[in-house]
């Protein structure tokens, strides 16, 4: 049998207590004081992730205003920046013309070939 010294650590979750151990492994007081911050952890993690939703959603959402019932249309960057929309807000990449294309959900994002500062929105349908 080996002996391992007690250790006094400070508790993981933030809490500022002390406790005794002689394990390796051991980060938090209790169970209880684990699962505290496990839960604070996924909840941080389910908030950042909510909060890029919303950024898509609203720039989709501008999109699909300018567009109307329109499936493509060409536009200058400024334009849409003016609008309100994060033009480096993606999801995917959707295969076109020989090319992968930036894609927020259902509208690809193809940048002109004679002028950078224009691109088209084209809306992707499955017909
Ligand atoms: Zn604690």
Redesign the pocket.
Known sequence: MSYREMNTLE?????G?MFQTRKTNKE??NLK?QK??NNLVQNEKYRSLNEMESRHRKTHDIYKKIMGKKSQMRLSREFLRGAGAELGLISNYTPFEGKQHPTLHDVMIITDKEDNNYLTLKKITNE
């Not at 508790?11 to 809490?15: D, F, I, L, P």
Request: hydrophobic letters at 20%; proline letters at 0%; glycine letters at 10%.
């Open positions: 508790c993981k979750c933030g809490c207590e938090f007081l004081h505290d911050h």
